[in-house]
């Protein structure tokens, strides 16, 4: 365990009185039981998983396209065979551990899972494995709550009910994910073959571990609904009630069920709770009798949290429907209006409400927000109407912190893609924040202040990590066509060369399998205009020369004067390469005897052997390209192209050029940070910022919200569906959207009235 997540972890004593709340009774007793079982059904399927992975590395190793990898995978098998106990054993104590102490959300799991790279501001792409592991964790973290979403959002609730924190939000869910991938990711640190190892255990963990927490998960959710806690979980939005008492410690005589179900919950349905008692923070229904805005502002705020107006509260007007309200599809302003709860603000009262209902409608029917995201800030309706009504500065000011709420939200919104919802950390942390206002607002406009502030430092750590993310996937598209280009550079040097050779067959498999490695790696690394580049093309035509049939004695004496230099560049290369010694020695053998034989003037013996080579030459295909050592070059499996032997004349004859039309126009006035929609087969808007455009192929990347990849395109294809209409531009209306609403709605209002 690292030294942070010691740090991190608190004692049980800590945890939000959970053992003072519950002592040693039934919910310390439902907590032991749910850990017992996870701990069961996790040392099953690690130890399935242990299991596999001697397998997979054995398959691996088969495949290998080169010793020093298939060693590595060898390595990697006896290194697991030692230490699989310790970390089975480790992984199991440390969840225990984490259980029993708690991971405070604040420090702990957040930690784990911040990307930091401010002792290394110039990060490269190779090297960083703790990049890459984070990544990984993040992945299987992400998938998880989205696969598992159901399950987990039940868990959260109850295991939240049983250590007094509903929402969670001090505490991580000792169970979920987030915990489960960075114990394991802890216990898999004593693997110390490399990086690739240890992601492909990660994988297998997902695979053999993660995919089963769904069931498990379901198990302790009945479990728990068994022992009496939280038997319905509903998602409605609660009325505002006094906070309520500590739930009922259950005694010794007392059912585990009665003790757990005294308390409320959130999340629980509104019905749940005790009578609503009298005051600003919470109003019964029919309790609208108290005069001027006061009473109004009381009315909404009951609307606000959830409740019901009925017929005899409001029979000679408009009664707001209670779900309406919650689901902010639909203005609701225009309505509340007539309802008898607000008649008594007067004109100026009439007035503010007309234009928050005219602001809303402009919000709700901006396009460039997805639907999801508009019906998420159509739930703040009535709070900022309160607003406007307690704040005579919310028009004047675009600086009023419920105008900055908004507008953040809806900027955010641009970004984000139609999915899965309730999946999603950016929805739910926008779900998160509506709730907070609709929960908490009464009165107090600073919260408005306090609750940006939150979201904008969310939104500060999840651009950080999108920007990385972006970074990243740029630096692999870019490596790669580094990559593509060394290939084609190396096969554009090597195929002329053999396909005139006409000496040995020996020197020819050398060149094509061993020395064109060299080739590819320097050309990735250094670069073709680099002179290890220049001497390893150099060293490959004396080689090739070297064993033509020497006619004269000028070539004879060349000859003798090169051999050693020859010799020592030929050695130089195959030891970065790492061929064995025994295949080093063998060549260098051959290639002595073979200078012997060249000196010899046989011009009979030269011409049948020219006339066998010239018969068995054939154009050197490209699937004969064999990869580069792993240790020696990062890449990605791809087929090399083949060898372009046209003219340049040619070639641009050949390329068509992108028609000029404004679709080619709009495209190539792109500029990172651009936010497009584009729309697959199935009609479903996708929404991603182009993050980078490639210098040396014009390659467009771009990344969602997240900053994953979302894809990539061509010049010729991005003018392709840019024209066809299956991608534009998002209008991000530099103007914020409170701004541009509160001036269309005031220019509107004033030209009627």
């Given at each position: 365990?690292?030294?942070?997540?010691?740090?991190?972890?608190v004692?049980?004593?800590?945890?939000?009185?959970?053992?003072?709340?519950?002592?040693?009774?039934?919910?310390?007793?439902?907590?032991?039981?749910?850990?017992?079982?996870?701990?069961?059904?996790?040392?099953?399927?690690?130890?399935?998983?242990?299991?596999?992975?001697?397998?997979?590395l054995?398959?691996?190793?088969?495949?290998?396209?080169?010793?020093?990898?298939q060693?590595?995978?060898?390595?990697?098998?006896?290194?697991?065979?030692?230490?699989?106990?310790n970390?089975?054993?480790?992984?199991?104590?440390?969840?225990?551990?984490?259980?029993?102490?708690?991971?405070?959300?604040?420090?702990?799991?957040?930690?784990?899972?911040?990307?930091?790279?401010?002792?290394d501001?110039?990060?490269?792409?190779?090297?960083k494995?703790?990049?890459?592991e984070?990544?990984?964790?993040?992945?299987?973290?992400?998938?998880?709550?989205?696969?598992?979403?159901?399950?987990?959002?039940?868990?959260?609730?109850?295991?939240?009910?049983?250590?007094?924190?509903?929402?969670?939000?001090?505490?991580?869910n000792?169970?979920?994910?987030?915990?489960?991938?960075?114990?394991?990711?802890?216990?898999?640190?004593?693997?110390?073959?490399?990086?690739?190892?240890?992601?492909?255990?990660f994988?297998?963990?997902?695979?053999?571990?993660?995919?089963h927490?769904?069931?498990?998960?379901?198990?302790?959710?009945?479990?728990?609904?068994?022992?009496?806690?939280?038997?319905?979980?509903?998602?409605?939005?609660?009325?505002?009630?006094?906070?309520?008492?500590?739930?009922?410690?259950?005694?010794?005589?007392?059912?585990?069920?009665?003790?757990?179900?005294?308390?409320p919950?959130?999340?629980?349905?509104?019905?749940?709770?005790?009578?609503?008692?009298?005051?600003?923070?919470?109003?019964?229904?029919?309790?609208?009798?108290?005069?001027?805005?006061?009473?109004?502002?009381?009315?909404?705020?009951?609307?606000?949290?959830?409740?019901?107006?009925?017929?005899?509260?409001?029979?000679?007007?408009?009664?707001?429907d209670?779900?309406?309200?919650?689901?902010?599809?639909?203005?609701?302003?225009?309505?509340?209006?007539?309802?008898?709860?607000?008649?008594?603000?007067?004109?100026?009262g009439?007035?503010?409400?007309?234009?928050?209902?005219?602001?809303?409608?402009?919000?709700?029917?901006?396009?460039?927000?997805?639907?999801?995201?508009r019906?998420?800030?159509?739930?703040?309706?009535?709070?900022?109407?309160?607003?406007?009504?307690?704040?005579?500065?919310?028009?004047?000011?675009?600086?009023?912190?419920?105008?900055?709420?908004?507008?953040r939200?809806?900027?955010?919104?641009?970004?984000?893609?139609?999915?899965?919802?309730?999946?999603?950390?950016?929805?739910?942390?926008?779900?998160?924040?509506?709730?907070?206002?609709?929960?908490?607002?009464?009165?107090?406009?600073?919260?408005?202040?306090?609750v940006?502030?939150?979201?904008?430092?969310?939104?500060?750590?999840?651009?950080?990590?999108?920007?990385?993310?972006?970074?990243?996937?740029?630096?692999?598209?870019?490596?790669?066509?580094?990559?593509?280009?060394?290939?084609?550079?190396?096969?554009?040097?090597?195929?002329?060369?053999?396909?005139?050779?006409?000496?040995?067959e020996?020197?020819?498999?050398?060149?094509?399998?061993?020395?064109?490695?060299?080739?590819?790696?320097?050309?990735?690394?250094?670069?073709?205009d680099?002179?290890?580049?220049?001497?390893?093309?150099?060293?490959?035509?004396?080689?090739?020369?070297?064993?033509?049939?020497?006619?004269?004695?000028?070539?004879?004496?060349?000859?003798?004067?090169?051999?050693?230099?020859?010799?020592?560049?030929?050695?130089?290369?195959?030891?970065?390469?790492?061929?064995?010694?025994?295949?080093?020695?063998?060549?260098?053998?051959?290639?002595?005897?073979?200078?012997?034989?060249t000196?010899?003037?046989?011009?009979?013996?030269?011409?049948?052997?020219?006339?066998?080579?010239?018969?068995?030459?054939?154009?050197?295909?490209?699937?004969?390209?064999?990869?580069?050592?792993?240790?020696?070059?990062?890449?990605?499996?791809?087929?090399?192209?083949?060898?372009?032997?046209?003219?340049?004349?040619?070639?641009?004859?050949?390329?068509?050029?992108?028609?000029?039309?404004?679709a080619?126009?709009?495209?190539?006035?792109?500029?990172?940070?651009t936010?497009?929609?584009?729309?697959?087969?199935?009609?479903?808007?996708?929404?991603?910022?182009?993050?980078?455009?490639?210098?040396?192929?014009?390659?467009?990347?771009?990344?969602?919200?997240?900053?994953?990849?979302?894809?990539?395109?061509?010049?010729?294809?991005?003018?392709?569906?840019?024209?066809?209409?299956?991608?534009?531009?998002?209008?991000?209306?530099?103007?914020?959207?409170?701004?541009?609403?509160?001036?269309?709605?005031?220019?509107?209002?004033?030209?009627?009235?």
């Amino acid at each position: 365990m690292s030294d942070t997540n010691k740090r991190n972890v608190v004692n049980l004593g800590d945890y939000d009185q959970m053992r003072r709340g519950l002592g040693n009774g039934p919910g310390t007793q439902a907590l032991r039981e749910i850990r017992d079982h996870a701990y069961s059904k996790l040392e099953l399927h690690l130890g399935q998983m242990m299991e596999q992975v001697d397998d997979t590395l054995f398959s691996r190793a088969e495949k290998a396209e080169n010793n020093t990898v298939q060693t590595q995978y060898f390595d990697a098998m006896r290194e697991l065979r030692i230490i699989r106990k310790n970390i089975e054993s480790d992984f199991l104590q440390e969840f225990s551990d984490r259980f029993n102490q708690g991971v405070p959300r604040e420090t702990a799991a957040t930690a784990a899972f911040s990307l930091n790279f401010e002792d290394d501001p110039s990060i490269g792409l190779v090297g960083k494995n703790e990049l890459e592991e984070e990544l990984a964790i993040n992945n299987m973290v992400n998938k998880t709550r989205n696969t598992c979403s159901q399950s987990l959002f039940a868990l959260d609730k109850r295991i939240g009910f049983l250590i007094h924190d509903p929402d969670l939000e001090r505490w991580y869910n000792p169970l979920g994910p987030e915990t489960l991938c960075d114990v394991f990711k802890e216990a898999v640190q004593r693997v110390e073959t490399g990086l690739e190892i240890r992601l492909l255990i990660f994988k297998l963990f997902d695979q053999h571990v993660i995919n089963h927490m769904d069931d498990v998960y379901k198990q302790i959710n009945q479990h728990l609904i068994k022992l009496g806690v939280m038997p319905e979980i509903k998602t409605s939005v609660r009325k505002s009630n006094p906070t309520p008492a500590r739930p009922q410690v259950p005694t010794s005589g007392m059912d585990v069920s009665e003790g757990y179900q005294a308390a409320p919950v959130a999340g629980a349905s509104a019905d749940s709770y005790a009578t609503p008692q009298t005051g600003a923070h919470s109003q019964p229904a029919g309790a609208f009798s108290g005069g001027g805005v006061q009473a109004s502002i009381n009315a909404l705020t009951f609307l606000q949290q959830g409740g019901a107006v009925t017929d005899a509260d409001d029979s000679d007007g408009y009664a707001p429907d209670p779900s309406a309200i919650a689901s902010g599809q639909a203005n609701i302003l225009h309505g509340i209006r007539q309802s008898p709860i607000l008649k008594q603000l007067g004109k100026a009262g009439d007035s503010t409400i007309d234009i928050i209902a005219m602001m809303f409608d402009y919000i709700l029917d901006d396009k460039s927000v997805p639907d999801a995201m508009r019906a998420l800030i159509g739930r703040l309706q009535i709070p900022v109407l309160k607003v406007a009504l307690l704040d005579k500065t919310f028009f004047s000011h675009k600086s009023h912190p419920a105008r900055q709420l908004l507008n953040r939200l809806a900027a955010t919104a641009v970004e984000w893609n139609q999915g899965n919802s309730d999946a999603d950390l950016l929805y739910q942390k926008m779900a998160t924040v509506i709730q907070t206002v609709l929960d908490d607002f009464e009165e107090d406009i600073g919260l408005f202040e306090t609750v940006l502030n939150d979201f904008d430092e969310f939104l500060f750590q999840e651009d950080k990590r999108a920007e990385l993310r972006a970074e990243r996937s740029a630096k692999i598209m870019e490596e790669q066509e580094k990559l593509d280009v060394a290939k084609s550079t190396t096969m554009e040097e090597i195929t002329p060369r053999i396909n005139a050779q006409q000496g040995t067959e020996f020197v020819r498999e050398f060149v094509t399998h061993q020395w064109r490695n060299l080739l590819f790696i320097t050309c990735a690394r250094q670069g073709k205009d680099s002179d290890a580049w220049r001497q390893a093309v150099a060293t490959m035509d004396d080689l090739i020369w070297s064993v033509k049939p020497k006619h004269t004695l000028d070539d004879r004496k060349r000859l003798v004067a090169m051999q050693p230099i020859l010799l020592g560049n030929l050695r130089a290369g195959m030891e970065r390469l790492s061929i064995p010694a025994t295949q080093r020695d063998d060549f260098i053998a051959q290639l002595i005897h073979a200078h012997g034989r060249t000196a010899i003037n046989h011009e009979q013996e030269d011409l049948e052997e020219q006339a066998q080579v010239e018969n068995s030459v054939t154009e050197l295909p490209q699937s004969t390209i064999a990869q580069p050592p792993a240790d020696s070059v990062e890449t990605t499996s791809a087929t090399a192209t083949e060898a372009d032997t046209s003219t340049p004349e040619a070639d641009t004859a050949a390329r068509p050029s992108p028609v000029d039309d404004d679709a080619t126009a709009l495209v190539q006035q792109l500029t990172t940070g651009t936010w497009m929609e584009f729309r697959g087969a199935d009609g479903q808007p996708l929404r991603a910022k182009l993050s980078w455009v490639s210098p040396i192929t014009n390659t467009y990347l771009f990344t969602n919200h997240a900053g994953l990849k979302a894809g990539n395109y061509s010049l010729e294809e991005l003018v392709q569906l840019v024209r066809g209409a299956r991608a534009k531009v998002v209008d991000d209306k530099k103007t914020p959207l409170m701004d541009r609403a509160v001036s269309s709605v005031l220019s509107e209002y004033n030209r009627k009235n």
